[in-house]
């Protein structure tokens, strides 16, 4: 609660509006009424550990303690936190190659991260899957997915078991603009919405896929939301550099699937600052850009939104990056000091 030394991080969030291919942009803080209360601070400290976390990566990557691919998150970061906070303990998470932000946004161990990205037997997945594939059953978190749109179905028949054994659970599926042109993208979306499988799809559109924008290779335009009236699912467009706003259009969505309305669609509008992987020369896009999508960087604009509206004081914002820095070279010293998986174990957790 609120004190006049330590002002509360937590304020409440707007009640729910028509979002049908509509825009929920809302920033929330200029906002007061009645609802559920936001966490202002653990929002800002789950983006701050994603974006530390990967330059952590970065950094052990160019040393070569981490290899194969390494795809960031770092810029989208505000699109992860925002609608994972909105889940439930017994909801699923579905997502791609791009995973980091993802499962730590959902509570996965960070240590145990750190350990997978570099190949060692603590890692979550054994030190087997690496940076494309965290995964943790118990949270719910079921990867991961190095196959551009092979999540989408995996989503789909996790929805499908929670319709069947009548829960009022759902599946949230987080995929990138590059999806899009997969035959399974539109085969899920209209299987999901002919059953009306309690499955949230969450675009996150940042603009590029490996080298091309969707300039480029999309016939239909940057917006993908308004194409979901074909498939009869509801769809937003959000802002994906606003926490906020990310957190009110996904609360949306997921209350309408829990009331059995069905599959929802969320397209948030992203960027990622970095390449596509850390062997990406981004030669497809100029600097301009990037720096204009930088000036919205979530890290930096939210925690200074909170302290303007009074919400949250500098030394509390201080307090949460000496934390997590702390938290973070842990886990880099946690995963130096654990052991590569036995090479006997090799054929373990295979399923081909
Ligand atoms: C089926 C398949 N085709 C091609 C690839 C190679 N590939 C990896 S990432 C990627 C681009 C995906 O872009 P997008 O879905 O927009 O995600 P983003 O990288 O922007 O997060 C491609 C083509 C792949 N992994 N799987
Ligand atoms: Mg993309």
């Known amino acids: 609660m609120a004190s006049p030394t330590k002002p509360s991080a937590k304020t409440s969030s707007k009640s729910a509006k028509s979002s049908n291919n509509g825009k929920s942009g809302a920033s929330g803080l200029d906002e007061s009424g009645a609802g559920v209360e936001i966490d202002h601070l653990e929002l800002f400290r789950q983006m701050y550990l994603i974006r530390q976390f990967e330059l952590a990566c970065g950094e052990n990557y160019s040393k070569g303690l981490i290899r194969g691919f390494l795809h960031l998150y770092i810029g989208q970061e505000a699109t992860g936190v925002g609608a994972l906070s909105t889940l439930r303990d017994d909801d699923y998470i579905v997502s791609h190659y791009r995973d980091h932000g993802h499962a730590l946004a959902r509570g996965l161990d960070v240590n145990r ?76 979306l209209n299987l999901a919405a002919v059953w009306k499988l309690p499955v949230l799809f969450f675009l996150e559109n940042n603009m590029y896929g490996m080298g091309s924008s969707i300039e480029r290779v999309r016939a239909g335009g940057i917006d993908f939301y308004p194409g979901m009236a074909t498939y009869g699912i509801p769809a937003a467009e959000v802002d994906g550099m606003d926490v906020l706003a990310v957190k009110e259009a996904t609360e949306l969505a997921v209350e309408r699937i829990r009331a059995g309305e069905g599959p929802q669609f969320i397209e948030a509008k992203t960027f990622r600052f970095v390449g596509h992987s850390l062997a990406d020369g981004q030669k497809y896009r100029g600097q301009e850009e990037v720096k204009e999508w930088e000036e919205r960087d979530p890290v930096i604009t939210f925690p200074a939104k909170l302290i303007q509206a009074g919400l949250v004081t500098l030394d509390q914002i201080d307090d949460v990056k000496t934390e997590v820095d702390e938290v973070v070279a842990k886990s880099v010293e946690f995963a130096l000091q654990s052991p590569e998986p036995d090479l006997s174990e090799i054929h373990d957790d295979v399923f081909a």
């Not at 118990?138 to 078991?161: D, T």
């Open 113 to 188: 991260s750190m350990a997978e990205l570099f190949g060692r037997a603590t890692g979550t997945s054994k030190g087997k899957g690496g940076s494309m594939h965290l995964f943790d059953v118990a949270k719910r978190f079921m990867g991961g997915h190095a196959i551009v749109a092979g999540q989408l179905p995996l989503a789909a028949g996790l929805a499908l078991a929670q319709q069947y054994n009548k829960t009022d659970g759902l599946t949230i599926c987080f995929f990138g603009d590059g999806s899009t042109n997969q035959g399974v993208y539109h085969e899920t």
